[in-house]
């Protein structure tokens, strides 16, 4: 069965240091999404791609990038870890279009110490 | 600007109906969705919505979209203690394939 896989499921750091989180699908989607889910703020657009080498930022994109070298991953790289980027991550998928579906893996929490 | 709006919580007895309610601002809005989150995991589409529709059933759950008040509701029949999890409302506008997400609506049933 096609699937998005994400890791590390849990990551602790430390401020200032760079962190990369993975994210791989076997679905085959040309869109990919990196969202963040905080209490009090639900899912917010960090990054995403809609093919290889096409990357789009979103609302709160500071701190943060993304690579898309294949269809089949983007990676989300912290450039300097802060504590306010202490969150739950969440990649997705979809095929494209406005009637596409998203399709989530099951988070990585980041702590930033 | 693109704005989802949801109540924070619901609470309901095993058996009964359950209605989360969802508002949004932008009227291009093509698709709206309904996505579940159970605990430590990621989000699963429950179903969804064309903005020219008014009405979807699916099995225990009802749509309803009230185009002209941009007021979008999921009912729950006959709610069970395994549907207790996290309600998120979302919607994608035309030409677009991100999504803009609600806050949630955390569902909890008693037994």
């Known amino acids: 069965d096609a699937e998005i896989t994400q890791s590390p499921r849990h990551k602790i750091t430390e401020t200032g240091r760079q962190v990369t989180l993975a994210c791989h699908q076997t679905?085959?989607?040309?869109?990919m999404f990196w969202y963040r889910q905080d209490l009090g703020h639900g899912l917010r657009l960090i990054h995403y791609?809609?093919?290889?080498?096409?990357?789009n930022k979103g609302e709160v994109s500071d701190g943060y990038s993304v690579s898309r070298s294949n269809t089949e991953d983007l990676p989300l790289t912290l450039e300097s870890a802060a504590s306010s980027q202490t969150s739950v991550y969440f990649c997705?998928?979809?095929?494209?279009?406005?009637?596409?579906?998203?399709?989530f893996g099951n988070g990585t929490r980041l702590t930033v110490t | 600007g693109e704005d989802v709006e949801q109540s924070l919580f619901l609470s309901v007895r095993e058996g009964d109906s359950s209605v989360i309610n969802c508002t949004y601002t932008?009227?291009?809005?093509?698709?709206l969705y309904w996505y579940k989150q159970e605990p430590g995991a990621g989000l699963q589409l429950l179903t969804y919505?064309?903005?020219?529709?008014d009405m979807k059933q699916d099995q225990r759950l009802t749509v309803l979209l009230n185009k002209k008040d941009k007021h979008l509701s999921l009912r729950i029949a006959d709610t069970q203690t395994g549907d207790s999890a996290i309600y998120f409302c979302?919607?994608?506008?035309?030409?677009?394939?991100?999504?803009?997400f609600g806050k949630g609506t955390m569902l909890l049933v008693s037994p």
């Open positions: 919505i064309f903005s020219n529709m």
């Open positions: 932008d009227s291009s809005s093509t698709y």
């Open positions: 997705a998928s979809s095929e494209g279009g406005s009637n596409s579906p998203l399709h």
């Open positions: 791609s809609y093919g290889v080498q096409d990357t």
């Open positions: 679905w085959n989607h040309n869109n």
């Open positions: 979302a919607e994608s506008l035309s030409g677009y394939s991100t999504l803009t």
